[in-house]
């Protein structure tokens, strides 16, 4: 039989070739593979709170999986940042930061009652189990897990809302004061020369508190700005706002007559306000 001789080389070249075309690349076979979900088995304990569980008095159980190592309890009002995993009782997991691979960033009124409450029972790199009766949790609400869930809650860090101004419950002597009864305050000048009109668009940092110091609403704990028509805000934003400019912060000590006027779910009373005019539009 006659032999063809093959150069080395082309040998060599030939079987990179392979290497290349016959091995799947890594980035491309993740891609061709189907996520699988993330599902975190349930504790043993899930079905029913044990008996070293504490119970509050609305009636929700709560047990320590981990101690934390921090001093300081987060209050309603305050942004955490948590990693946790929920549970109905028959261990059906429903909802877990391990499935988004990310932690949440949460502020504590604006959760379950339960999740508001039990977080406030925590510290910093504590571990805790909770379950939660039906009417701290989702209520009987339409698609939502219904009765007792349990919630494993890892806090990972606090950030504190801002603290209420040391003359939240009523406008200092030398506040200025409007023929309507609005007081104010600058804390900063402002660098612009413009002032909005009642029909203009503004974007501000704010954060508000009623008279005795709780606070109810913040830009600031939301992480961004807020953009709104000063004709379609409460009265004492529509005066006020005009009398800044950009750059400005404001203290305001709104009546409330110029506020929500005693509606139902509003804070009520006078309430105050510290603003930021951060830019004008039309």
């Known amino acids: 039989m006659n032999h063809v001789h093959v150069p080395r080389s082309l040998v060599v070249l030939f079987a990179l070739v392979l290497l290349v075309l016959g091995t799947p690349h890594p980035g491309l076979a993740l891609q061709q593979t189907p996520a699988q979900p993330v599902v975190v088995p349930p504790p043993p304990d899930v079905a029913a709170p044990p008996a070293d569980a504490q119970k509050t008095p609305s009636g929700l159980y709560t047990k320590v999986i981990t101690p934390g190592t921090g001093t300081v309890h987060p209050h309603a009002m305050d942004k955490v940042t948590v990693n946790y995993t929920g549970w109905a009782s028959d261990g059906t997991m429903f909802d877990s930061t391990a499935a988004r691979n990310k932690p949440s960033v949460l502020q504590l009124n604006r959760v379950l009652p339960g999740f508001t409450e039990g977080v406030q029972l925590m ?92 606070m109810f609403d913040s830009s600031e704990m939301a992480g961004k700005p807020a953009t709104f028509a000063l004709s379609q805000v409460i009265k004492g934003w529509t005066e006020g706002l005009q009398l800044m400019v950009q750059g400005e912060k404001r203290r305001f000590w709104i009546p409330e007559k110029l506020a929500y006027g005693g509606q139902s779910g509003k804070p009520k009373g006078m309430l105050v306000f510290d603003v930021e005019l951060l830019s004008i539009g039309q």
């Not at 939502?144 to 809650?153: A, E, L, N, Q, S």
């Not at 806090?155 to 603290?163: F, G, H, R, T």
């Not at 419950?169 to 020369?193: E, F, H, R």
């Open 123 to 214: 510290v910093q790199g504590e571990k805790r189990r909770f379950w939660i009766p039906e009417k701290l949790a989702f209520n009987g609400a339409q698609g939502r897990p219904k009765g007792t869930v349990v919630f494993d809650i890892e806090l990972l860090s606090i950030e504190e809302a801002p603290a209420a101004p040391p003359d939240v419950a009523a406008p200092p002597a030398d506040a200025q004061k409007t023929g309507s009864g609005l007081a104010s305050k600058v804390l900063k000048p402002g660098t612009g020369t413009v002032h909005p009109s009642k029909d203009s668009t503004v974007t501000v940092h704010y954060t508000g508190w009623t008279t005795d110091g709780q």
